[in-house]
């Protein structure tokens, strides 16, 4: 079975959703650039690093770009890496999983095939045949990621769970009932439940969830991690004031096609984001330039709320 016990590696904590700087002139990996930003998220204390997600734009690149930044970020990392391994095919699918395995992944996340909109039957019988096909790999965790692509029902979730194929789900619905049903399954059958959506962050983490993977964390590690302290410590002064802060940049960064206002955010803090992946227009382009005022003088007042909490 593919679960977390066959990895060395347990998901947890709080994981970095990462951007891939990327060369817009042949939509290749920079990965000079990607190694700036995950020595930078690994100086951090995050727990994790998931690459080419939502927040890293795994569409834009083909499949020898991702198995190819997959492998460098495992080596260069020095903390656990994660990797989607997502597309449009079954076969294409495995193939990613087997590359990051072979890297050394310390876990696989697996969306539905994206794009085209499937039935819950069909998802079910995809990731089945998913679990099946790469049980000797690193842990495999569904994926649900419904604003993108379709859905993993929560009933299916569930099925898909207590097979045992599974080591866990990360969650991107934002959907809180759908995290309580996951929730309520872990207490009769062990998996890692992973929140994957910045804007339930809080209540997840007060109410039970194994970690998260955070677009937020790629761009102010030090506030998703104060905020996860201040949880921990039962600080509600501070889980408020930092709680706030989190829900401001959210804010922005929904006025922005995904995942733009994060990596106009990690430019700001001096790395390399790369290029975007399509104009904005004049609407767009006046919401960016307001965003970038609004980040300058933003984020140095987070970080030392972050550094006091």
């Not at 569930?158 to 045992?164: A, F, K, P, R």
Request: aromatic share 10%; charged share 20%; proline share 5%.
């Amino acid at each position: 079975m593919n679960t977390e016990s066959n990895g060395e590696h347990r998901a947890g904590g709080l994981i970095a959703a990462a951007v891939t700087p990327w060369r817009d002139t042949d939509a290749s990996v920079d990965i000079s650039a990607a190694f700036e930003l995950i020595d930078f998220l690994s100086g951090q204390n995050v727990s994790g690093i998931a690459l080419l997600g939502s927040t890293g734009e795994f569409p834009h690149f083909s499949l020898e770009e991702r198995a190819r930044l997959a492998a460098f970020a495992v080596k260069r990392s020095r903390v656990s890496v994660f990797v989607n391994v997502s597309h449009s095919t079954l076969a294409g699918s495995m193939q990613l999983a087997e590359q990051a395995t072979q890297a050394g992944a310390a876990g696989l996340l697996l969306m539905p095939p994206y794009f085209f909109r499937y039935s819950e039957q069909a998802v079910k019988e995809f990731f089945l045949r998913a679990a099946e096909n790469s049980a000797q790999g690193a842990p495999l965790y569904l994926y649900n990621l419904p604003f993108f692509t379709s859905a993993v029902p929560p009933e299916t979730a569930v099925e898909l769970l207590g097979t045992g194929g599974f080591a866990g789900i990360k969650d991107s619905s934002g959907d809180w009932e759908y995290f309580q049903r996951l929730r309520t399954l872990r207490e009769t059958k062990p998996f890692r439940l992973l929140l994957g959506n910045d804007r339930i962050f809080t209540r997840s983490q007060e109410t039970g969830a194994d970690g998260a993977v955070s677009g937020v964390a790629c761009a102010m590690p030090e506030l998703m991690i104060a905020l996860q302290s201040a949880i921990r410590q039962g600080n509600q002064a501070k889980k408020t004031r930092l709680e706030a802060r989190v829900q401001e940049f959210i804010d922005w960064t929904d006025l922005l096609p995904t995942p733009v206002g994060i990596k106009v955010a990690v430019e700001a803090r001096g790395l390399k984001a790369g290029a975007l992946a399509s104009p904005l227009g004049l609407d767009g382009a006046r919401t960016l330039e307001q965003y970038r005022g609004w980040l300058s003088a933003w984020i140095p007042q987070v970080l030392a709320e972050a550094i006091d909490a």
